[in-house]
Every structure is written in C-alpha cells, then in structure tokens.
C-alpha cells in the first residue's frame, strides 16, 4: 500500500492517475474506431449518415411499419444493382439457397417432371425409380391439391416450394387421373433427386454424341461415366461435344473434362483478376492421352464455361467448332452465401483463351458456321395462350407457320387465324388424337413443340455437319 508524506503528494497522484485513465480511454476509443473503419469502411463514407437517418426514419416513422431484415436486405440488393452488371447480384435467404442447389448434384423432391396446361399443373414425366414412380404417380395425372392445399391459381414456382422439402420428410398429393371421377390420394417420402447435366448416345460408325447442358458439381463425373459406357458397346471412333444453349455454370468440373480432353501441359485459359493483380493460368492436368478426334456443337446462347471449354478444344487441342458464335460471356463470378441461405454473387476476374483472346461481348467464332431450318427460331408461344377463328397477330402467325413446317397448310392471310387456319388445327388434333376444337390451346402446342422437336432430330445441319467432319 502506498504511503503519502503530504496532502499535495497525495492529490498529484491521484490528477496523474486520472490523466492516465483518461488517456488509456482516449487511446482505447482512437483504435475503437480504426478498428471499426477497417472492418467497416463504410463507416468514413459521408453517405452512410444519410443511410443510418433513413433506416431510423423508416422504423420509427413509416406507417405499415418495417423488419430490419428486410432493410438491410434491400439494401444489399439495392448496392450490387447499382453496379450494373448483369451478373452481380445479391439473392435474399430462399432466393440464395434455390441459386447454390442448381448446381448441386440433386435436390430433395419426388422425382415428377411437371408442367402447366389449360391452367392446371399435369404429370408429364417421372424419375425411374424415384419416390412418385414407385408410388403410383402416372403422366399425364393432375395435381388437384399437395399438403392439403389447394393448387390452383398458384404460380410454378410456388408450387415447387410445396412439392419439395427435406429429405425424408412426407408430402401428400391429390390428383385427378384422366377417365376416373374420383380423386386419387398419395403420401410420398421425399428423397434425394439426381439432376442430370449431361446425355449420351451413339451415332452411326461410332460417333460419340455427348450433350453437356450447364457445368454443375457433377458433371465431369456423369461426363466420364457417359464416355465409359458408349465404350463397353463398341470403341468411340469420334465425340461429338454437344454445348449448344449451354449457360455456363461452375469452372471446375470444366477444367476437369478439359483435363481429359486437351493434351497434357496445355492451356485451358487464363483468369486474369481487378486491376490485373493476379493471372491464373489452367493447363491441362491429362494422364491419359486422347486420341479420339473431337468436333463441337455451340450456338448463339452457349456461354461462360461452354465457351471456356470450346475456345480451349479448339485452340489447344485442334478441335473443330460448329454452329454459331457463341454468347460472349468472357468474366468470372464469385459466389458466397451466408448463414441465412442469401448469396452474394460477384464478378471478380475475367478470362481469356489459350491464344490470349477476350471474348467477353465477343464469343467464340464457329471453324464452320452453320445455321439450323429456319423453324428452330420460331419464337414459343406463351402458356395460356388461347386461340380461335378471329384471333390475330405474331401468335398466329407463329402458330400458322409450325403447322406449315410439320406439313399443314394454313394461312390464307399470314397473322389472321381464318376457317382455313381452323381446319388445319383441327386435323393436327385428329392426327395427335386430341379433342378436334380446331381452337388452339396448351396441349395442342404442346404436340406441336414435340413433333417439331422430332422434326429436327431428322434435320439438324450442325450435327449433320459434325458428322461429317469426325467421319473423314
């Protein structure tokens, strides 16, 4: 304990003490708000006040009141739009969670291909072996009520929302089944649902058709397993990479079907980030030699990491490109989602191809441009469109000219649907065995859409064309 000899010794030592206590506080607030700015810049922007004032106004003033979670939620939508970039957003909880499941492997559902008809939701397709085949779903049933909710005037996507869950968990449907008055009650277990990224067929003289329809965690594995099992029905004699419409998706299962693809110590690309502070250069990590030539499918909406893996086919492995140029899709999102399912998603880097191109706004420039029938551009005609005698407009003519192409004529006067338009409707019905209305509606353009679709398996030029290239 500390003695004092007088009572001004004593009061000296108590003003220093206090000078110190106040100087330890000064210093401790001075790196309180370092701290802070460096861990919140933008607390030091003069425009946050204006933030924090209308975030206050708002709670205590706005009239139907407010959620803090929502503010700052807008407000973070509201910062990554001002960007303005069409690939940068910021996605809210659900809206998060729905955009990282796309590229998982699978999601957690029933396994039922659904689809919207004359304002009801039909059955079109089943997962073999999936919880709604093994029930008793059948196609071509529909969905009267899920859960005990009815589901009419529900949009897709909330319909989606209802049918999927956890997995495990029990999802009863009510559906009507054609010819049967009464309704049909199921109870279902959801289970983990495979989403497929790629299909596979053999073409003639042993072509390889592969179709990669977006990059997603396991596409390079389903990509393997494809190629492995044309095999065991004879040896490939060419692969013909089919990336037409292909949107892009995750960069890594791209590098490991490069990986497969291009010869070893190649490059594949380069990503070059802000300000060109750091370029990372991809080569090929081969193990095994490819010695199967290799022609590629793209078009006008093949993007991202389709034109990723196009550019490095043809650059650095001598591949042929068919078709169109491609997107233009030349930059690089990073995505991170936080603990309540949002996800930020933001362009950080952009690429460029082993040859050194930017093909952002640019695409990748088809070896032989190839465009497919003219029909293939039809613009699709909207769900719930409904026509008859007196309609008039694109619609129509749309409508006139699928009925042309698939042998039918109709138009008298182009865009005005007339008896004769009717009558060729009517035969389309009688030919597909629908009710003969002569009126058009959602299952008539639906049969439409499927025989045009067969029509063009018949007269695909690019693929005809890449047949042609890997058979010489």
């Known amino acids: 304990m500390k003695n004092f000899t007088t009572a001004a010794a004593k009061q000296r030592f108590l003003t220093l003490c206090l000078l110190g206590a ?16 460096n861990r919140y810049p933008m607390l030091g922007e003069p425009a ?28 973070a939508e509201g910062m990554v739009a001002s960007l303005e ?32 008809e004359e304002g009801e939701y039909v059955i079109s397709g089943l997962t073999k072996g ?37 997995e495990g968990t029990d999802v009863s449907l009510q559906v009507q089944r054609p010819n049967q008055t009464e309704l049909i009650s199921l109870t279902l277990k959801r289970e983990a649902i495979p989403i497929h990224s790629v299909t596979a067929e053999l073409l003639e003289e042993g072509i390889a058709h592969v179709t990669i329809s977006r ?30 419409s292909n949107p892009g998706g ?15 110590d190649k490059v594949i690309l380069d990503v070059v980030y802000k300000e060109e502070r750091q370029t990372i250069t991809y080569k090929s990590q081969q193990e095994k030699e490819w010695t199967v030539p290799v022609a590629v499918l793209v078009n006008g909406q093949s993007a991202s990491a389709s034109e990723v893996l196009a550019a490095a086919l043809k650059e650095s492995a001598g591949a042929a490109v068919i078709g169109e140029k491609t997107y ?14 949002s996800v930020l998603s933001l362009t950080e880097a952009q690429w460029k191809t082993p040859g050194g191109t930017w093909i952002n706004e640019v695409g990748v420039s088809p070896d032989y441009a190839v465009e497919l029938p003219a029909y293939t551009k039809l613009r699709p005609l909207a769900i719930g469109t409904d026509m008859k005698v007196g309609s008039y407009g694109e619609d129509v003519k749309t409508l006139q000219l699928m009925l042309k192409e698939l042998g039918y004529k109709s138009a008298e006067q182009e865009g005005l649907y007339d008896e004769r338009t009717a009558a060729a ?31 063009l398996k018949r007269e695909d030029s690019q693929l005809l064309k890449g047949l042609e290239l890997l058979k010489k």
């Open 85 to 116: 970039d069409p690939y940068s957003r910021y996605l809210v909880e659900e809206k998060g969670d729905a955009y990282t499941q796309s590229y998982e492997g699978e999601i957690y559902g029933i396994g039922a291909e659904i689809r919207e």
């Open 215 to 244: 990059f997603a965690e396991k596409t390079a594995e389903e990509f393997e397993g494809a190629l492995k099992e044309l095999q065991t029905k004879q040896p490939i004699k060419g692969l013909l990479l089919d990336m037409r």
């Open 130 to 166: 999936a919880p709604a085949e093994r029930g008793g779903l059948l196609p071509g049933d529909t969905l009267i009520a899920v859960d005990g909710q009815k589901i009419s005037g529900k949009s897709f996507q909330e319909l989606l929302g209802i049918i999927r869950g956890e």
């Open 22 to 37: 106040l100087l330890c506080i000064a210093t401790g607030f001075a790196l309180g708000l370092l701290w802070m700015g």
């Open 425 to 455: 409707v009517r035969a389309f019905q009688l030919a597909e065995k629908l009710e003969e209305t002569g009126e058009f509606n959602d299952k008539t353009g639906y049969k439409l859409l499927e025989r045009l679709r067969e029509k």
């Open 250 to 264: 995750l960069l890594q299962p791209t590098l490991q079907i490069a990986n497969t693809l291009i010869p070893k």
């Open 328 to 341: 233009g899709k030349g930059v690089v999102q990073a995505f991170r989602q936080f603990k309540d399912g």
């Open 48 to 75: 946050f006040q204006q933030f924090t004032v209308s975030y206050k106004k708002i709670m205590n003033d706005y009239l139907n009141g407010a959620e803090p979670k929502n503010l700052i939620n807008g407000a």
